[in-house]
């Protein structure tokens, strides 16, 4: 890789294709929080290749907000697999670049989504403002951390799940605007991905609330301590579907169709799904999700299809520019 | 922007030591000024610096050392240094060039030309990333040609080379020439026109060759001109952070260059490893500051004030 | 090269060095730029209007304008200061100061970025007890001031909020008074002061009415210098600015917004705003540095 590096430069040119067969690099482009998951995950899988074919393969990753990633893969960021934190995001790669075909969702089980998580409430420890559910972060003096639903994947999931409670329980797209409106009043920081939103409550200790990814929020459990912070489960949430695919026009290219392909079905293998609840995220086999029961806990989601009508639709009602998001904000 | 204000032509010897008394200012209002001026520094920059190195050190010693354990922070620093080696370069030969040509002769356009070299130091960062991302993205104008390019004609062949340039090594090196531009020729503009020409037609009339003429006379004369401009364009290389942020895609152990992974690594909750790199960013920066003076001071011994 | 008017040189290397340089700033500076007047010109300019007149970009603009023009009335006042203590006095350690005053220029953005926030955020060294005077500062302000719209700055932080941005650019922008300072203060003639003590002025006098005049065009230089600077920083403000919409979102920071939602030509609309700009900028700084050189031959 060195070697190939100093090449580079002296070429000005990268040499694509790796200097032995036996190494394959993938690189797999991806959003903020998942960092600790595919560390796991591509040490499991680059074992599983060796031992299945003999090659040794080594996946480089890349984190940002999830649709500043898209728009990276779109300007040529040579992704392998995308694994992204929602459909729309994937979508991109098809409505802008032409990378994927329009189907791709349907290549892989469960709308392409190996594992599932959901948005809860990260609080400091003690609750030391109560909070229950999600009328009691629109309060006035509660301070919100949630990045930026432009750029972040999981602020959208955010935006959605405020939405959807807030249509549920007032009963109009009137009310529910004002409430998201109020709950955004509320937000001092706008980081645009996911990871910059945690650090900012926690390592900066700003905000009384951080709405964060189900996954993410256990992570700071994990690695701060349940000392210092408490996860708070709302009544109702959202079914996030963080989703993957392969980058057909790029492994086309690279000749890593056949070990991007094995790549992804790995993470629906028992070892993938293992591997994915142990990073807290809700894995899809049942028997891996009845064994981590106890972890996840239960809460009403909605669905971005039966409740949103699919992710082109709700993107293009609240996230594209004039959308709700910006009427909101502008307002 | 370093250029305008830095410049070693510019620096005049000092005499602080020697002024008339009846032009001294009160004793308290030498308080105060020293107080006041003391004091901002200290705020503004003595403490920034100490909180990188103290907030590296937070966790002992060990901690500090073993941040520079990781592949990525090692494959980080590499990339870094290798920026800066065709970066600086790059940019000395121009510099000099440019020098040359604006220092030596008189033409028409001579200060546009001037203010056209001036212009990196005034676009944002951000906009010399976006610019080569226009050009270089797969959205952009060349992009489609290139790499993953499928162009009716020549898509094929490109195809076979695989060249990147945005999200890779390339990308990442013009976009740090772009913002590092005019420090070299900043630096030598100033000094070679208060030198003349003189020496060199000397040199020319006693039958040395235009090359010889360059490298036994100007060279010699520009060479603290020169060291300094690259040590302030070598500082300003190594330590881009917006433009390169646009053009990198930020693969770990790829392409993210110091100041990105001190993001990264900031973002993921490792702060003491995210002030550990920048620590020795802020070395670079202290050893910069240390060589500058240095010059400064030789510069001033080999060219005692008029 | 038919713009070769006068060429009074008989050294060799003109059209090698002339068309190096003109290559070499076409290939890496003026097409890449081109670029985005290019990518812009495709637009009409109602919609270019419309890209560039949002109200999220007014505020953005009227934020990084507004603070940078702060930092650098700030660096203007202080690092006349220091400029004028480092020529006229002298103290141990001067060389040492004088030299770290280049620190913004060496130290990369992003470590003065993060650097910042470790000192000021409200868990920070300086932050811990800045903060909550800060915070009653301003409300005292609001009360007591209430001409001024403190409406913006109410229970702010210092940083994740304006002020950091503040305090960023302050740091990026400080050694631009400084070094255009120095050269000018060290040149002045103590027989003008000296004259001017003789004829009676007292020192506050002879300050006000002798000095400063002296200094202003070199000051104004620094000042713009600093100003310019300041609203295309991005690397230390980003980590600092808490980035929230309309309130303190830098405009660089909008640009690649715009460009992570496929809005390229939003993105590059903003950038030749900020080009020209900048164009704008850099034409005054030189003619401020043309008249200043003119003032003092006389």
Redesign the interface.
């Known amino acids: 890789m060195k070697f190939k590096i100093f090449l580079t430069v002296l070429l000005a040119s990268a040499l694509g294709a790796a200097a032995s067969a036996k190494t394959i690099t993938l690189l797999n482009v991806s959003y903020d929080p998942t960092r600790e998951l595919y560390v796991d995950f591509n040490a499991a899988f680059a074992k599983y290749w060796k031992a299945k074919t003999g090659d040794d393969v080594t996946v480089k990753q890349s984190h940002a907000g999830s649709g500043a990633q898209a728009r990276a893969i779109n300007d040529g960021l040579q992704a392998d697999v995308a694994t992204l934190a929602l459909a729309a995001d994937v979508d991109a790669l098809y409505n802008v670049g032409k990378l994927v075909p329009q189907d791709w969702q349907k290549r892989l089980p469960n709308n392409s989504a190996p594992y599932t998580s959901t948005i809860v409430f990260l609080v400091r420890k003690g609750n030391p403002k109560g909070i229950k559910d999600w009328d009691d972060i629109v309060k006035p003096g509660v301070t919100i951390v949630t990045p930026n639903p432009k750029t972040s994947g999981g602020a959208r999931w955010n935006y959605l799940a405020a939405w959807g409670y807030a249509l549920k329980k007032y009963g109009s797209e009137d009310k529910a605007k004002e409430f998201v409106g109020k709950l955004f009043k509320n937000v001092p920081v706008l980081d645009s991905g996911a990871r910059g939103s945690t650090t900012t409550f926690v390592q900066r200790e700003i905000g009384d609330v951080a709405l964060s990814w189900e996954n993410e929020a256990f992570l700071v459990l994990k690695e701060y301590g349940a000392d210092k912070f408490e996860v708070v489960v709302p009544s109702l949430s959202i079914l996030a579907e963080p989703t993957v695919t392969v980058v057909d026009k790029f492994v086309k290219k690279k000749g890593t169709e056949a070990v991007a392909k094995a790549y992804l079905d790995y993470l629906y293998s028992d070892e993938g799904q293992e591997i994915a609840a142990r990073n807290f995220y809700r894995p899809r086999n049942e028997t891996v999700a009845a064994k981590y029961v106890k972890v996840f806990p239960k809460l009403t989601l909605l669905t971005i299809d039966a409740d949103f009508g699919g992710w082109t639709k709700a993107q293009k009602t609240h996230f594209t520019d004039g959308g709700v998001f910006d009427q909101i904000y502008l307002k | ?2 250029g ?3 410049s070693l032509a ?8 020697g ?2 008394r ?2 001294r ?2 004793l308290w ?2 308080v105060v ?2 107080t ?3 004091g ?2 200290a ?7 100490a ?2 190195f ?2 590296a050190l937070r966790k002992g010693i060990g901690a500090y050392f073993h941040s520079f354990a990781d592949p990525d922070v090692h494959s980080a620093i ?2 870094t240094l ?1 920026t800066a080696a ?1 970066a600086v370069p790059a940019n000395l ?2 510099g000099v ?2 020098a ?3 220092a ?6 001579k ?1 546009l ?16 990333g ?12 060349l ?1 489609p040609y ?3 390019g ?1 162009h009716p004609w020549f898509g094929e062949w490109f ?1 076979q ?4 340039i ?5 990308g990442i ?2 976009a740090t ?2 913002v590092t ?1 005019p420090f070299v020729a900043r630096e030598l503009i100033p000094l070679m026109q208060t030198q003349g ?1 003189d020496e ?2 000397a040199a ?1 009339t006693l039958g040395a060759t ?1 090359w010889q ?2 490298w036994r006379v100007t060279v010699p004369n520009i060479k603290w001109g020169l060291f300094y401009g690259v040590i ?1 364009c070598n ?2 290389a ?5 433009a390169v942020s ?1 053009v990198s ?6 392409t993210t260059t ?3 992974h ?3 690594l ?4 490792n ?1 003491v490893a ?2 550990a790199v ?1 620590s020795l ?2 070395l ?3 050893v ?3 060589l ?2 240095f010059i400064e001071w030789r510069h001033a011994q080999s060219r005692p004030a008029v | 090269m038919s713009s070769v008017a006068s060429r009074r040189s008989v050294l060799p290397g003109f059209g090698l060095s002339l068309g190096f340089t003109l290559a070499y700033l076409g290939l890496i500076v003026l097409i890449p730029l081109s670029a985005a007047f290019i990518k812009t010109s495709g637009m009409t300019w109602a919609e270019f209007v419309a890209a560039v007149a949002s109200p999220r970009l007014i505020a953005s603009y009227k934020l990084s304008f507004g603070i940078s023009l702060l930092a650098a009335i700030v660096n203007a006042f202080f690092g006349g200061i220091v400029a004028w203590v480092l020529v006229r006095y002298t103290f141990p350690g001067r060389r040492v100061v004088d030299a770290l005053v280049d620190l913004p220029f060496a130290l990369p953005t992003a470590v003065a970025g993060i650097a910042l926030c470790a000192l000021y955020a409200r868990n920070g060294w300086v932050g811990e007890w800045l903060d909550p005077i800060w915070a009653g500062g301003i409300k005292w302000l609001s009360t007591h001031v209430p001409w001024i719209d403190w409406a913006g700055w109410l229970g702010s932080k210092l940083a994740y909020d304006r002020p950091g941005i503040f305090l960023a650019l302050t740091f990026i922008g400080l050694p631009f008074v400084v070094r255009t300072l120095q050269p000018v203060l060290a040149e002045l003639e103590p027989e003008l002061e000296e004259a001017a003590a003789t004829l009676g002025a007292n020192r506050w006098q002879t300050m006000t009415r002798v000095i400063f005049p002296e200094l202003l065009p070199a000051l104004i230089t620094g000042f713009a210098l600093a100003f310019a600077r300041g609203i295309g920083e991005y690397g230390s403000v980003v980590f600092i600015a808490g980035n929230q919409p309309l309130h303190s979102e830098i405009t660089p920071l909008l640009i690649i917004t715009k460009l992570e939602q496929y809005d390229y030509r939003g993105a590059t609309a903003i950038a030749v705003v900020m080009l020209v700009t900048s164009f704008l900028l850099l034409l005054l700084i030189n003619l401020l540095q043309k008249w200043s050189r003119r003032y003092y031959r006389l």
């Open positions: 922007m370093a305008p204000a830095t510019a620096k005049p010897a000092r005499s602080g030591a002024t008339p009846v032009i200012n009160p209002v030498r000024f020293m006041l001026a003391l901002f520094l705020c503004f920059l003595v403490l920034p610096l909180a990188v103290a907030e590499r990339l290798l065709i030969v121009f060039a440019a040359w040509c604006i030596k002769y008189d033409f028409r356009g200060s030309l001037v203010t056209l070299i001036d212009l990196p130091f005034a676009v944002s960062p951000v906009i010399s976006l610019i080569y991302m226009l050009i270089f993205g797969l959205q952009g104008w992009g290139l790499g993953a499928d195809n080379q695989d060249i990147k945005v999200f890779a090594v390339p090196v013009l020439i772009f531009f020409n060199e037609y020319l235009g003429t360059f302030l500082a300003r190594m330590g881009e952070f917006g646009v895609g930020k693969i770990r152990g790829e110091m100041p990105l001190i993001e990264i900031y973002n993921e909750n702060s995210a002030f920048a960013l802020a670079l920066a202290l910069t500051l240390v500058k003076s």
